[in-house]
């Protein structure tokens, strides 16, 4: 077990609860109209994407999945950039241009969220590779959901970074469904981090709604690979309150197996643990939520008062 500093305990259930509101506020968007575009929000993954990234060192690299929110804040993006970059305004992330699923920013080792299902595993070895050529001791922390593991750019990625020992740590949140469609019917394992016996990798399964399970394995398996030992596949088994997008009605699902999974919630698990073993008092845990939600608040605030991206802008950064 990893020793916790109070700092670290208040930062994390701080990012916690500011992701939670995060997505909230963006969902109350949605409904109203005010953002263009689908956004897919991981509502109930909260420990899985925050506390992975908080296991990172300075300097290390990340890409982020298509339902990215919570790893981007993780990860230590402005909310207010994010916010921006999902009502499209100029301030935003990428001026507005990619919106939800394309928030990235490169100068601090964010190589983006990929709205390609799979897209992050081939990017995430080329930057662990650039990391081992120039021995910088950084390695790459790749997202991805279940349903991208069945793509073949999975399978080839892992390949690569066994053959090569990449620094690269790949990290699968398993939230029970691809889209739409349950994960015992687009695969026959009991776990995904099996796959990794293929590949001779250490593959680790773990909850992924438990905060101090994800830091403490994700840490490991970062210093693993930091070590020059190659890269760790992790399966993190969560779940998502919402549907796979906004436009999803979620009939292929029962409304009590939601209610089972929010008995589990990651939120009120960790506020469950930091007041049994009383390292806060109900007025810190009060004020740090408070905080978190104002933060949220003053994003919102921020990205309507931002400037709409100009025409004269609609050429730039245009790559192909």
Partial sequence: MIELSEELLLRMYYKMNQARYFEEKLDDLVAKGQVHGTVHLAIGQEASGVMACLALEEGD????????????????????????ECLGKYTGYCKGKGGSMHIADLENGNLGANGVVGGGFNLSCGAALTQKYHQTGKVVLCFAGD???NEGSFHESLNLASVWKLPVVFFIENNQYGMSNPIENH???????????AYNMPGLTIDGNDFLDVYNTVTKA????????????????????SGHSKSDKQV???KR???????KDPVLKMKEYLRENRIFTEKQILK?????????????????????PQLNTILEDVYA
């Fill in 222 to 241: 970062l210093r693993y690979a930091r070590a020059g030992k190659g890269p760790v596949l992790i399966e993190a088994k969560t779940y998502r309150y």
């Fill in 147 to 149: 349903g991208a593991t």
């Fill in 61 to 84: 690299l990340v890409s982020l999945s298509h339902r990215g929110h919570a790893q981007a804040i993780g990860f230590g993006l402005d909310v207010n950039l994010m916010m921006a």
């Fill in 257 to 263: 197996e939601v209610q089972e999974w929010r008995k």
């Fill in 187 to 197: 695969m026959n394992i009991e776990n995904i981090s099996d796959r990794s016996e």
């Fill in 252 to 254: 292929y699902r029962d």
């Fill in 288 to 308: 740090m939520e408070e905080e978190a939600s104002l933060s949220i608040e003053q994003a919102v605030e921020f990205a309507k008062k931002s400037p709409q």
